[in-house]
């Protein structure tokens, strides 16, 4: 699948943020998660007492992407959508990363745009209009990642964090966690591909009714819609994201990223169902020799029997 990134961090603006009466977990944050940075997430001014607003941490070949700003239940300003975007874009730039875990530290995934920021500084904001030449006001929503993302999401992921929840491949939801449109309530779009992702991922009718109503959604529902892969305990979302991201990286890459690519082709480019699955032939055929003959000797020799992972 053809891929774009957007490397030049502009001035940002998104979607939404919590509003007063919403009251959020607090839940810690890991002290891994807590004493752990990259250079990656590193660039840019740094947050109050020195606080970096985004902490990157290396498990193997799986890189995590912590939003922290947990005083603002990881609502994102400029500059922490500046630094999700260098992060994002260093993990899909190193070949030997094959996963990205995106979270919230401190108990809440991503309560959207910071409205606060937005409100006392509004002559700060631009916008760059053409969706090829520039970031997503949220920093990554307009990259098209060639390797798989997960997101761990946990108490609120509204708003614009819904957007950024919708970025990932696959979405490992806490029983507290709440999905919502809360920016409806203010005026703030969404412009960070929540209703180009939405529909795709959970039908129009479904999509429609968070959009126009902004009501929040529970993690059971988003189970039944879809928009939720894994429900998991209180506190372990991250864990279970890594593990899935561990599970995900020790397949044959190449083959999977391929299937991975015709899916999104078949729903986002393709003009025809023929199309599409010339690209799915077209991709597929590149890696039989290369992991499928390969593949094909560990089964005859008894390796996966069984449906075994």
């Not at 890991?30 to 985004?54: C, F, L, M």
């Not at 979270?103 to 006392?120: M, P, Q, R, S, V």
């Not at 631009?126 to 307009?142: A, C, F, H, I, N």
């Not at 929540?194 to 009501?215: C, E, K, M, Q």
């Amino acid at each position: 699948m053809s891929r774009q990134l957007m490397r030049n961090p502009a001035r940002l603006l998104s979607s939404g943020a919590l509003g007063r009466n919403q009251a959020a977990t607090a839940a810690g944050a890991s002290a891994r998660e807590t004493s752990s940075s990259s250079a990656a997430a590193g660039a840019g001014t740094p947050g109050h007492e020195g606080k970096k607003n985004v902490v990157t941490e290396r498990h193997g070949t799986i890189m995590t992407i912590g939003i922290n700003r947990p005083e603002a239940r990881n609502a994102v300003n400029q500059e922490t959508a500046a630094m999700l975007l260098q992060a994002f874009t260093s993990f899909e730039d190193d070949t030997s990363l094959t996963v990205a875990v995106l979270h919230g530290i401190g108990g809440n995934f991503c309560a959207g745009y910071d409205l606060k920021e937005l409100a006392h500084n509004p002559t700060s904001i631009k916008l760059e209009q053409d969706v090829t030449k520039g970031p997503g006001p949220m920093g990554p929503s307009r990259i098209k990642f060639s390797k798989p993302v997960i997101a761990a999401v946990s108490g609120y992921a509204v708003a614009g964090g819904l957007e950024l929840s919708l970025l990932a491949d696959l979405r490992v939801v806490e029983q507290s966690a709440i999905f919502g449109v809360f920016c409806r309530r203010f005026g703030v779009p969404l412009i960070d591909g929540g209703t180009v992702r939405l529909p795709r991922l959970i039908g129009l009718s479904r999509a429609l009714d968070l959009i126009l109503t902004g009501h929040p959604v529970g993690a059971q529902e988003a189970y039944e819609f879809g928009l939720a892969n894994r429900i998991v305990p209180n506190g372990q979302a991250l864990q279970c994201a890594i593990e899935l991201a561990k599970q995900i990286s020790s397949f044959p890459q190449q083959c999977m990223r391929g299937d991975r690519s015709s899916a999104y082709y078949s729903v986002f480019d393709a003009a025809s169902f023929t199309e599409a699955l010339q690209f799915e032939f077209d991709t597929g055929v590149q890696v039989i020799s290369k992991e499928s003959l390969p593949g094909a000797t560990k089964f005859s020799l008894g390796v996966g029997r069984g449906g075994k992972l």
